[in-house]
């Protein structure tokens, strides 16, 4: 079992920075994958990035290349998203997702990660 446990969203304002946080605890496998969705109402989950454990590479959503940076470190088992030049269509709850011996095809796919966080409201408005 792996636990996740979110922290960093709030409100700000367009173009401003923040960070969010995913912290691990419990049974994590070296060829786990983690990962960041974002949900608005109505909406579906929209992939946003994703790190494997093993070599750290790093994936991202078209929405968000370039503005966006996925990040972990490993002693603490804690994985970041830094989300700079924030725009209003990036308000939304943020959630973490984390999964043992993701593929790379499915790396972006809600269904390969078998854990997930309880989510993190982001809203950027002036």
């Known amino acids: 079992q792996v636990q996740l446990a979110e922290s960093g969203g709030g409100l700000v304002q367009p173009g401003d920075s923040l960070r969010l946080s995913c912290a691990a605890s419990?049974?994590?496998?070296?060829?786990?994958?983690t990962a960041w969705f974002r949900q608005t109402p109505g909406k579906e989950y929209e992939f946003v990035a994703a790190?494997?454990?093993?070599?750290?590479?790093?994936y991202y959503g078209d929405s968000v290349k370039g503005r966006f940076i996925i990040s972990r470190e490993g002693a603490k088992k804690t994985v970041y998203l830094q989300m700079n030049s924030l725009k209003a269509e990036d308000s939304a709850v943020y959630y973490c997702?984390?999964?043992?011996?993701?593929?790379?095809?499915?790396?972006?796919?809600?269904?390969?990660?078998?854990?997930w966080g309880q989510g993190t409201q982001v809203t950027v408005s002036s």
């Open positions: 790190i494997r454990w093993m070599g750290d590479r790093k």
């Open positions: 997702a984390h999964g043992n011996g993701v593929i790379l095809s499915s790396i972006g796919s809600k269904s390969a990660y078998n854990y």
């Open positions: 419990g049974s994590t496998a070296i060829n786990s994958a």
